[in-house]
């Protein structure tokens, strides 16, 4: 028998799509009589969450938009959304980490029950309770920024070391800004000028206006000196190649931003794999896909509790505007994080 709070729902509301053509905003329809993620009896692993609370990031919109190849991974209808933070509602036999009534945050993987959905299922890795002190509001914003930020950052540097964070005011960014120094890294940053005085905010050593200034030149200028180069954004094109002006030779190039377009993905690849006449570079270069931790959530959500890692809130919606918050969202000029709001 799984621990319940309540007679579990056969339905749940949630926002669904059939169909993205036009974009995700334009498709997406609340419906009370969603099929619930979870099946009886609950599988021993697993942890249902009523969510209070989601946060959107562009692979909301990014994947399901990929068309055919997606709809065999995740088939409709569907509802959109990874991060999450609310109520466990039921867990199965083996979970002992979390109990019905505990605050919870984390990101569940792309799938056909989203966090856009009233109830999620998800597992210990995707999971981890909430600090006390911290809202769940600021904590459903620490799914996949966070995680990635952190991932990209963590295993590579040493207290000390000089990191440069292409992207300091989005939701990745602002959060790599925040870890990069918890971790007692210089850091350098980019944004346009009505994000500088927000990135040297949240602890930027020095900020680059992406504007005004060629991104890639003002770091060659300043030598082999990083030790890390995390990659929000995928331009300017030409950041990589000329990361072997200013990565230390052991240095690293992580990167995880970019347009999923044919050409892009194209020259990504080139990157790996061109001699460096051909245009390819010298630096150690990697793509990074998230991966969901517990222990890299718990870490994140304790830097929050202890105030040295923030959710920098850009706005929050009502869940009725999840349309609204997905058009922000694609417009790319989101600083940190949308978050939505579900009903009690
Ligand atoms: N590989 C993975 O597993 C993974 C995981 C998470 C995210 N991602 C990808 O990483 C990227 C960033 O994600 P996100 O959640 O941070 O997105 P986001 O929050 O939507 O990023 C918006 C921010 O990007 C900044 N920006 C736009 N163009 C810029 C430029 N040329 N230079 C510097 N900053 C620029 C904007 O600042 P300004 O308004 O100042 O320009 C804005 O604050 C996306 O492409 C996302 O799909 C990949």
């Not at 055919?68 to 933070?85: Q, V």
């Not at 300017?236 to 690293?252: I, N, R, T, V």
């Not at 009502?318 to 349309?323: G, L, S, T, V």
Request: glycine share 10%; charged share 20%.
């Amino acid at each position: 028998m799984s621990n319940t709070s309540s007679p579990s729902p056969q339905t749940m509301r949630a926002w669904i799509y059939n169909s993205t053509n036009g974009g995700i905003e334009k498709n997406i329809q609340l419906v009370q009589d969603a099929p619930v993620p979870f099946l009886s009896p609950l599988p021993k692993d697993s942890i249902v969450v009523k969510v209070h609370y989601s946060s959107l990031n562009p692979a909301d919109y990014k994947f399901p938009e990929l068309g055919l190849p997606m709809r065999a991974l995740i088939p409709t209808p569907a509802s959109p959304g990874m991060d999450y933070a609310g109520v466990v509602a039921q867990t199965g036999n083996a979970v002992s980490a979390f109990h019905v009534g505990d605050e919870v945050f984390g990101r569940i993987a792309p799938n056909r029950y989203g966090t856009l959905g009233e109830y999620i299922c998800t597992k210990l890795d995707g999971c981890a309770l909430v600090p006390e002190g911290v809202s769940l509001e600021d904590a459903s914003c620490i799914g996949t920024a966070g995680q990635t930020a952190y991932q990209c950052i963590a295993p590579n540097v040493e207290e000390g070391d000089k990191v440069f964070i292409n992207g300091g005011s989005g939701g990745t960014g602002t959060f790599g800004i925040q870890i990069a120094k918890a971790l007692g890294c210089h850091v350098t940053t980019s944004c346009s000028g009505k994000n500088v005085e927000l990135c040297r905010s949240l602890g930027a050593d020095e900020v680059i206006d992406y504007t005004k200034e060629n991104v890639s030149e003002v770091l060659k200028a300043k030598g082999q000196i990083y030790k890390l180069v995390v990659d929000n954004v995928g331009t300017p094109l030409d950041l990589y190649k000329a990361s072997d002006h200013f990565l230390l030779p052991e240095g690293k190039f992580v990167q995880i931003g970019g347009e999923f377009s044919v050409s892009n993905i194209t020259n990504i690849m080139s990157r790996q794999f061109l001699p460096s006449f051909l245009g390819g570079g010298k630096r150690n270069w990697k793509y990074l896909v998230t991966n969901n931790s517990h222990d890299d959530l718990e870490q994140i959500a304790k830097w929050m509790k202890e105030g040295k890692v923030k959710a920098v809130i850009d706005e929050v919606f009502e869940y009725e505007d999840a349309p609204k918050a997905f058009e922000k969202l694609r417009k790319g000029r989101t600083r940190g994080k949308i978050v939505i709001k579900h009903p009690k």
